[in-house]
């Protein structure tokens, strides 16, 4: 299985709202990434676990909230947003670890998130 | 600042020809480099990766070159077909999982 999942597909939700996206990969994976992406623009890195630890966050605000609660699963929590965090979220994996660090990434389909 | 360009934001090329993108960057020392292929709303496809010590790379109909001394990168699809047509994203990562994308370029192969 060389795939990532994300769900949900598309999220709108409030500038009050709390909603969380979810990622999963079956491969064996030990790193996994969150970015973002605007409209033709490219993936900005946002997070990166590395055997379940934080390994990266490249200054998020505080209202993105990733968690990593095993090493299949990846989920990112959202909170307060504002309409400018409208965007596709994409998760990715890579094998990581080690002298294997980093390389080449698997991605999902990406979550669409209107805030409105 | 570490920057990273891809010096074409589209390419326009006959079908049969070699396509050819390029990706620069400055103040950065990759461990790897890369190229996906992205198509509009969904996630890119990794297509290749280089190593900081290796010069070339081949793959079915794609090439990648890495030049550490120029600090750049090309990458080539040859025998273009229009299924080819999307955007190209150069990556350049760290060791340590920092990941930096270049802007894409969007090819257009033209039957």
């Known amino acids: 299985d060389t795939e990532v999942t994300q769900t949900p597909k598309h999220l709108v939700m409030g500038m009050t709202n709390k909603k969380s996206l979810k990622c999963e990969q079956h491969?064996?994976?030990?790193?996994m990434y969150w970015y973002k992406q605007k409209a033709k623009k490219p993936p900005e890195l946002m997070f990166v676990?590395?055997?379940?630890?934080?390994?990266i966050n490249e200054s998020v605000p505080s209202r993105f909230s990733p968690e990593c609660p095993n090493s299949s699963l990846l989920n990112l929590h959202l909170h307060a947003l504002q309409p400018e965090d409208s965007a596709l979220y994409l998760c990715?994996?890579?094998?990581?670890?080690?002298?294997?660090?980093?390389?080449?990434?698997?991605f999902g389909p990406g979550t669409r998130l209107t805030v409105l | 600042s570490q920057k990273i360009e891809q010096n074409s934001e589209a390419l326009n090329i006959q079908e049969g020809k070699t396509a050819t993108l390029t990706c620069n960057y400055t103040?950065?020392?990759?461990?790897?480099l890369q190229w996906y292929r992205q198509d509009p709303g969904r996630g890119p496809v990794f297509l290749l990766l280089?190593?900081?010590?290796?010069k070339e790379k081949r793959k079915e109909r794609l090439k990648v070159t890495f030049d550490t001394t120029l600090k750049q990168s090309l990458f080539h699809i040859t025998a273009s077909q229009p299924a080819d047509s999307a955007t190209y994203l150069c990556a350049l990562q760290t060791g340590g999982f920092k990941t930096i994308f270049g802007a894409g370029t969007r090819l257009f192969v033209k039957a």
């Open positions: 103040n950065y020392s990759p461990a790897y």
């Open positions: 491969m064996g994976h030990r790193a």
């Open positions: 280089i190593r900081e010590n290796e």
């Open positions: 676990y590395s055997y379940e630890k934080l390994s």
């Open positions: 990715a994996s890579s094998q990581g670890g080690g002298v294997a660090q980093g390389g080449e990434q698997f």
